[in-house]
């Protein structure tokens, strides 16, 4: 007689399969048609989602702490959108191809060696004039300002060697995810005036680079200040509406499996630093060559009146 792992009580494979990570869980969904009804459990994937972003299980901002983004998003597929990271090649349609969400919420979670040091959601309205219009700037938290309501922080402070981020941005109302970050660190350095550190976690959508970074105070490594901006490749600040149009892009764009995908996105973080400190000489290079010539043009035209007036 032959004995399969189908011949377990179901209760027993159900509590096993929600000791599996998300692509082991994944696949053995499909290996038979007993394994894959039990794997789409949504309490399976909803446990496996507050695992990844604790910062899920906090209260909306508005909602009197009835709702949070875990009860409001279907968690196979926010998990499915939020875990993978994001195609880099991500086009940009026209105005009438694409619906820009109205509303983002960024679930953030800070992890140190593994262990959550801060969550917090965001809700930031995307619809106004103002917002369409200025550059794009989430700060999930403000220096010298006092954590607000919907946020969940550690004793332990940070250390930027073992630190990682993990940044989701969600259309609610689209239902749609994607991550923003590198989840580890692309960068360390130290702010010149603060003498804090900076760790930075970025990922690069359709040119373009999402950078959230951390810093941290000098002496202590508390968090001080949390945020998220987009930058292009000139190193121009943009604006709303074009960071609205590459996160819609980037949420109907497929995703990136497989290991190293951290490596992966330090390596086009530094293909983008590069190109961009490419693009700023040239720019320089063309700019004191139009400087020459304008000098050499003047040159010409003073010596001219000069030698104009001397042959009277």
């Known amino acids: 007689m032959v004995t ?3 011949d377990l009580n179901a209760d027993v494979l159900g509590y096993a399969l929600r000791r599996l990570d998300g692509r082991s869980l994944a696949a053995a969904s499909c290996a038979t048609a007993g394994l894959r009804a039990l794997a789409a459990d949504p309490d399976t994937w909803r446990a ?3 695992a990844e972003w604790p910062s899920l299980a906090l209260p909306l901002p508005g909602t009197g702490g009835t709702t949070s983004l875990a009860a409001k998003l279907p968690p196979r597929r926010l998990f499915a959108d939020a875990f993978p990271f994001p195609s880099t090649d991500v086009s940009t349609p026209g105005a009438g191809e694409l619906r820009l969400p109205g509303q983002l919420v960024s679930a ?7 262990t959550p040091v801060l969550s917090r959601v965001v809700e930031t309205p995307a619809s106004s004039p ?3 219009g200025s550059p794009f700037r989430v700060e999930a938290v403000e220096r010298n300002r006092p954590a607000p309501p919907g946020t969940t922080t550690t004793a332990a402070a940070p250390s930027p060697e073992g ?8 259309d609610p109302a689209g239902g749609r995810a994607v991550n923003v970050s590198s989840r580890r660190p692309v960068a360390v350095d130290r702010h010149w005036y603060t003498g804090e550190t900076l760790v930075r976690f970025a990922v690069v959508l359709g040119g373009c680079k999402f950078e959230a970074t951390v810093a941290c105070a ?10 998220l901006a987009v930058e292009d490749a000139d190193g121009a600040a943009v604006g709303g509406e074009g960071t609205l149009r590459l996160l819609a892009a980037a949420m109907e764009a497929p995703r990136k499996g497989g290991e190293g995908e951290a490596e992966e996105a330090k390596r086009r973080y530094g293909e983008f630093v590069r190109r961009k400190k490419g693009r700023k000489e040239s720019k320089a290079r063309r700019e004191a060559l139009v400087d020459l010539c ?5 040159a010409v035209v003073v010596l001219t009146c000069l030698a ?3 042959l009277r």
Do not use: N
């Open 4 to 6: 399969t792992i189908e």
């Open 48 to 50: 496996l989602c507050l």
């Open 108 to 114: 953030v979670d800070i992890y140190c060696r593994g």
């Open 130 to 132: 103002w917002f369409l």
């Open 163 to 170: 630190m990682e981020l993990r940044w989701v941005v969600v």
């Open 218 to 227: 000098e002496g202590t490594g508390d968090v001080a200040e949390v945020s």
């Open 294 to 298: 304008c000098s050499a043009a003047s």
């Open 308 to 310: 104009a007036v001397a």
